[in-house]
């Protein structure tokens, strides 16, 4: 399963880590993940991977 949000769609970025000598690596930033259960309709329960923030904003509005 991808490393990406279920509701907000976020998924890994990429940039440079940049030395004081202006050497560039490639680094690749992971967005904080969390899995969570939902229920659904028909009374079954399913796991779904949601971003920390996401989940923060659903809380909030519920």
């Not at 990406?4 to 880590?17: T, Y």
């Amino acid at each position: 399963m991808a490393r990406r949000c279920f509701f907000s769609g976020k998924g890994p970025m990429v940039g440079n880590n940049v030395s004081h000598a202006n050497n560039k690596t490639k680094k690749r930033s992971l967005p904080n993940l969390r899995t969570i259960r939902i229920k659904l309709e028909n009374g079954t329960t399913t796991k779904i991977k949601v971003a920390a923030s996401t989940l923060r904003t659903m809380k909030k509005h519920s």
